[in-house]
């Protein structure tokens, strides 16, 4: 038989020629078909608030929200590295702002930006803290372990971390 011939052969019938049989894969059953999950997925009664549990040690960190917090950390105290400057004060918790201006690049530098300082300062397990780090423009061409060397030294510079 030509393969053009086998274009023009009708299917068998009763046979998707889209989906394997169960004798193509010696590990499916026939007639094998994927389980339903059982049972609600609500994981806690209707009504309870959800507590945010206070963040692990390189776990994910807690952002420094609202205004007042921003303004607050003017009167922190300070360092300044190559690419980046912290301010911070003591807090009950540690709590991180991160600013990237637009001066940095556009919003895919930026971003990049934020993700290797954020990924840098968890790794860095600081102390009780609101944190606030500003990244100059030049941060856009660091590399992530010049990033890394610059923020920690800002940050001993500022008495944060030894």
């Known amino acids: 038989m030509d393969e053009k011939d086998l274009a023009a052969q009708p299917e068998e019938a009763g046979q998707d020629p889209r ?15 994927a389980q339903a ?34 303004q ?8 300044r590295g190559r690419y980046v400057s912290v301010k911070w004060l003591p807090a009950p918790e540690l709590r991180v702002g991160i600013v990237v201006s637009k001066k940095v690049g556009k ?9 290797r300082l954020r990924e840098i300062l968890r790794r860095l397990h600081l102390p009780k803290a609101h944190l606030l780090v500003v990244a100059s423009p030049e ?20 008495g944060l971390i030894q």
């Open 19 to 33: 989906l394997p049989g169960p004798h193509e894969d010696p590990r499916r059953q026939e007639g094998a078909e």
């Open 37 to 70: 999950a059982e049972g609600p997925l609500a994981p806690h009664a209707q009504g309870e608030r959800l507590k945010r549990p206070p963040p692990a040690p390189g776990g994910k960190l807690v952002s420094l929200k609202g205004d007042r917090a921003f």
């Open 72 to 79: 607050r950390l003017r009167k922190g105290k300070a360092g």
């Open 107 to 115: 919003a895919v530098v930026r971003n990049k930006v934020k993700r």
């Open 139 to 158: 941060a856009r061409e660091a590399s992530y372990v010049e990033l890394f060397q610059d923020v920690a030294r800002a940050l001993k510079k500022s």
